[in-house]
Nanobody, 123 residues
């Protein structure tokens, strides 16, 4: 049974940093696509950063490129999202998701989701 558990969210001041973790169980992460998505109040879910299953290439949405970094620790079966220079507009619930044979960062292509972790950027 595929299970994803996010952690690491919280309240941080603008310009600060957080590292989100997504612990996977029930499958071997390195053979799957994995992504981070977020949903702000009143807005749709947005693909933030993904690692594709085909060649392990990474994707970042324009608003986080250069500030966020996705990484994967296959030994721990865990994916991370390092978030630096956080802005109030980064405030959202962050979810990790996974599926096989995904070459995109579109939420409709991912079938297994974690419960989410809240990130709030505010002074």
């Amino acid at each position: 049974q595929v299970q994803l558990v996010e952690s690491g969210g919280g309240l941080v001041q603008p310009g600060g940093s957080l590292r989100l973790s997504c612990a996977a169980s029930g499958f071997t992460l390195d053979y799957y696509a994995i992504g981070w998505f977020r949903q702000a109040p009143g807005k749709g879910r947005e693909g933030v950063s993904c690692i594709t299953s085909s060649d392990g290439s990474t994707y970042y949405t324009d608003s986080v490129a250069g500030r966020f970094t996705i990484s994967r620790d296959n030994a721990k079966n865990t994916v991370y999202l390092q978030m630096n220079s956080l802005k109030p507009e980064d405030t959202a619930v962050y979810y990790c998701a996974t599926d096989k044979f995904v070459g995109s960062c579109t939420d409709a292509d991912f079938r297994s989701w974690g419960q989410g972790t809240q990130v709030t950027v505010s002074s």
